[in-house]
């Protein structure tokens, strides 16, 4: 599959030196050296392959990389139909394959929330983005698919929350892409400054059958004692590739909420890496994923504990259905020094039908003696003494087995702090169980 | 294998084991080529079919690259610069016998038939040959074939044509291709139907010459509800080069038959600056081909200078069980990359797995491990647990489970922890007088207590003592 993608050129969906001038072009101060700077690492680094353990169970040659064109830079445009989760938000963007516009329900009430396009960024927080963009928060640089979102993003955008302030209702990012063959390729960048609380929720749709691909990166900051919450709800359509390689670094004291739900797409290929990086910083990451028909669905996340007293707790929880298949790959990785850390991560599965099949790689590297880390898989299907009670209580064989996988994914949805968020989760959810 | 007694003597140095027995050898010249193999052939009187056999593999080999995923580094190995036949000068020499004899004896080996006290036959291979196999015809009473694997492949080369390479075949890997080609000695065991071998079968493997590679072949088939509980001990003298040892251990249980492997591995394994020490890479693996078979993995770790060895279970039978209890210890620049895989193929089929790594001084001890579930696996069952103790902060400790499930009436479960060992604890031992380094070897010996409790009686008392042994100047 390989020698497709690695041909001649080097290239593939158009992304050559041609594509670059296209996306760098008008762009300038720290967005064009990163774009450059990226560029050049994009092009030196190879493909991944099959052979990349990383890889190995989801073949990069599955990505319809020839197929799908890259977006040109997306300029604003009016707001389009309104969603019934709008008006839950203080901000929020909306992008759909025409380009993007940011609607603000504050009416001057919520202050010390900044939400620009990174181009109107680098004007007003030239400095903050040049430190933010491409930071320490990316702890892996040698990434194909990190690189190719500096180089080549064609939507970004920059969320800043100024020192010692709360956003209640937070931002919402939400994509509603129609397909044809697009690349779309996100790139967002979350500043909490020290002392701030703040949410961020992104949501991600697009029509059944319709083939498209999503490259995304994310970069979030937390600074001393500062809280930021982020939810991911995935809900593409079955004809949607997805690439998400996303950096998380926290400060002293601060804190991340990271919710990531995967229920949508065809194929979809997860990096979750997250650095607790000065004492005291906490980190708590939960996911949901739920593959049916034949989705595919791999995620990998890394816990950095690269100083004393550091904290992280994570929970993954997935289920398979008909010819679904999920990957789930975990690190928690503590260094030299990094001692009196509490790390624990735990990977739970349900396989609910024979034909899905599930992968589970927890893994520990440690470098340090005095800590505590832990991790934890299991997999199975739904307990028969369970489905016995519920149906000894009246309940059909559906109605069962629909309680019980719901009451699985709870302790994930309740993760999330909005209830009509959750709604759609269980919607989700729901819909999937068939 | 060796009795209290004979132990207590030998573990009171840090590796007695260390000597090194002046006999006069026989050894190829390094090098490794077609012409070779067709002389270890002919040197062991081999029929056609195993020189053609070898000759396959070593043509495999030459197409092969060497493994580099495992979580160790090492220079490059000159496969040319290793002597891959060595062998004391044994025809009507009784000089030699004798101080082969007393090479054993003094590792506690007990290579007399007198010694029947100690309720263990023994195979005792020196460098690349067997030396002498004990109660031989006790065990022949029984129909069992107990013998190294040359004399199997004279003797019974039915048995053997059927077996070998069935397991492992020739070109599994680059160390087991290059094992089935220059392989030079090991065991051979057979247990008929219906037998339950009265004597654990022993197996000792000592490396003495210098730069030789020691290739040991074993195979062990058990038929249908037979029983076998086999041992396996190692050592070498300390040497600073490396010497490699690259080993491939087959194992097969047909209906309701059970093997039980036990090792425990104490090959030189450098001195502080880790120069020396073993190179110790190795296949192992059952095969559960009847139902309700069991094959059960018992090690313990405690030498070499790299470690890489996965002792595996593919559980085929209905009912079939697997399990495999490890205790790796890792001190100095010690590096060890070891698991176990357990592939489910057959219905209700369950695999235990307890894995306890201990690492102390600068060495890296991973436990790396595969549970496969297969869609046919119906009803399977797996739990693994891995924990790992660090002793001081120069160490390290990784694990890399893989849990793979195709079949939705599976469970699966892991389970893993690294910590240091307890304050908590220490400090309630030490306030009962106990000094320091006993405490810890007692935290140790907790921690590793699932895993010694699965071991023969002897040998769990002499494992508890090696540890210790190695403890000793770990600590503090």
Not at chain 1, 364 to 392: V, W
Not at chain 2, 60 to 88: G, H, T
Not at chain 2, 105 to 112: A, Q
Request: with cysteine; aromatic share 10%; hydrophobic share 35%.
């Amino acid at each position: 599959m390989t020698t497709i993608l690695e041909h001649e050129s080097g290239f593939w969906a158009g992304l050559n030196e041609d594509a670059f001038s296209g996306a760098a072009g008008g762009e300038e101060g720290v967005l064009r050296e990163r774009r450059t700077q990226a560029f050049q690492a994009y092009r030196s680094l190879p493909l991944p392959t099959l052979r990349d353990e990383e890889w190995r169970r989801t073949d990069p040659g599955l990505f319809p990389f020839e197929a799908v064109s890259r977006l040109a830079n997306l300029g604003e445009i009016p707001f389009p139909a309104a969603s019934d989760l709008d008006d839950r938000f203080d901000v929020v963007i909306a992008v759909t394959d025409e380009g993007y516009a940011i609607r603000d329900n504050r009416d001057g009430k919520v202050c010390g929330l900044t939400v620009l396009p990174l181009r109107e960024a680098l004007r007003q927080y030239g400095d903050d983005l040049a430190a933010c963009f491409d930071g320490p928060a990316v702890l892996e640089r040698d990434r194909k698919f990190t690189q190719l979102n500096s180089a080549f993003w064609n939507v970004g955008f920059y969320i800043h929350v100024a020192k010692n302030t709360a956003v209640e209702r937070g931002v919402l990012i939400r994509y509603e892409i129609t397909g044809r063959n697009a690349l779309v390729i996100p790139r967002l960048i979350v500043h909490a400054e020290a002392g701030s609380r703040a949410r961020v929720t992104e949501y991600y749709q697009s029509p059944d059958g319709q083939a498209m691909m999503c490259i995304g990166a994310r970069e979030m900051y937390v600074d001393q004692a500062a809280q930021l919450s982020l939810y991911a709800v995935q809900e593409w359509g079955n004809g949607a590739y997805q690439i998400a390689e996303d950096w998380a670094r926290v400060g002293r004291d601060g804190q991340i909420d990271w919710v990531t739900l995967s229920l949508g797409s065809k194929i979809s290929k997860m990096m979750m890496g997250c650095e607790v990086a000065e004492p005291n910083a906490n980190a708590f990451m939960s996911g949901l994923f739920f593959a049916n028909e034949k989705q595919h669905i791999d995620q990998r996340t890394l816990q950095k504990h690269a100083a004393p007293h550091t904290y992280s707790n994570l929970l993954y929880k997935g289920a398979v259905k008909d010819e679904g298949r999920s990957v789930y790959q975990g690190v928690i990785a503590a260094g030299k020094g990094a001692i009196k850390v509490d790390a624990y991560q735990m990977n739970k599965n349900l396989v609910l039908n024979p034909g899905a099949r599930a992968d589970s790689l927890p893994g520990l590297m440690i470098d340090a003696d005095d800590l505590k880390c832990s991790h934890g898989s299991t997999m199975g299907n739904l307990s028969p003494l369970e489905l016995f009670y519920l149906k000894s209580r009246g309940l059909s064989d559906v109605e069962a087995r629909r309680m019980l996988v719901l009451a699985f994914f709870e302790e994930i949805i309740a993760k999330l702090d909005d209830e009509f968020l959750q709604e759609r989760v269980r919607a989700d959810v729901n819909r999937k169980i068939g | 294998m060796p009795t209290l007694e004979t132990n207590s003597t030998l573990v009171r140095d840090e590796y007695k084991y260390g000597f090194s027995t002046d006999v006069p050898t026989e050894s190829f010249e390094k090098g490794l080529n077609e012409e070779v193999i067709r002389a270890i052939s002919a040197k062991k009187n081999e029929p056609e079919w195993m020189t053609e056999w070898r000759l396959k593999a070593f043509r495999r080999w030459l197409n092969m690259k060497e493994p580099q995923w495992a979580d160790v580094s090492y220079p490059p190995i000159d496969y040319q610069d290793i002597c891959y036949f060595s062998a004391p000068k044994l025809e009507n020499n009784p000089e030699v016998d004798e101080e082969l004899k007393r090479t054993f004896e003094r590792l506690g080996v007990p290579m007399h038939e007198r010694d029947r006290l100690a309720g263990v036959a023994v195979d005792a291979v020196f460098d690349s040959v067997s030396v002498g196999t004990t109660h031989k015809e006790m065990l022949a009473e029984k129909g069992i074939i107990f013998c190294s694997i040359s004399e199997a492949i004279q003797e019974h080369p039915e048995l053997v044509k059927k077996y070998l390479g069935t397991v492992v075949p020739q070109g599994d890997n680059f160390f087991a291709a290059l094992n089935s080609a220059v392989f030079t000695d090991g065991s051979f065991c057979y247990i008929p139907k219906g037998v339950r071998c009265p004597v654990e079968l022993s197996t000792y493997f000592r490396i003495n010459a210098v730069d030789t590679g020691q290739f040991e072949r074993t195979l062990i088939v058990c038929e249908d509800d037979a029983y076998v509980s086999y041992i396996e001990g190692c050592t070498a003298p300390s040497r600073d080069r490396n010497q490699l040892h690259a080993a491939v251990v087959e194992l097969i249980a047909l209906e309701g038959a059970e093997i039980k492997y036990s090792t425990v591995q104490n090959w030189y394994a450098g001195d502080e600056e880790g120069r020396g020490g073993i190179y110790n890479f190795v296949t192992k693996r059952g095969h559960c081909r009847g139902r309700k078979s069991k094959i059960s993995w018992t090690q313990v770790e405690v030498g070499s200078a790299i470690t890489w060895k996965y002792p595996s279970v593919v559980l085929e039978g209905d009912d079939s069980v697997g399990e495999f209890y490890s205790v790796a210890f890792t001190n100095r620049k010690m590096q060890a990359d070891t698991g176990t895989k357990m592939v489910h193929v057959g219905r209700n089929t369950k695999s235990t797995i307890v894995s306890k790594g201990i690492s102390a001084g600068r060495s890296r001890n991973s436990y790396r491990g595969l549970v496969q579930i297969l869609p046919g696996a119906d009803n399977a069952r797996n739990h693994t647990q891995c924990d790992s103790m660090l002793i001081g902060d120069t160490c390290t400790a990784n694990t890399y489970p893989v849990i793979e499930c195709e079949n939705s009436t599976a469970i699966t479960e892991h389970e893993a922890t690294t910590s240091k060992i307890s304050e908590e604890q220490m400090f309630y031992i030490t306030s009962r007088g106990i000094d320091e380094e006993s405490a810890t070897s007692l935290i140790v010996n907790g921690f590793c207590k699932e895993v010694f409790k699965e071991l023969p009686m002897e040998f769990s008392v002499e494992a508890v003592k090696l540890l210790e042994l190695k403890l000793e100047h770990s600590v503090g």
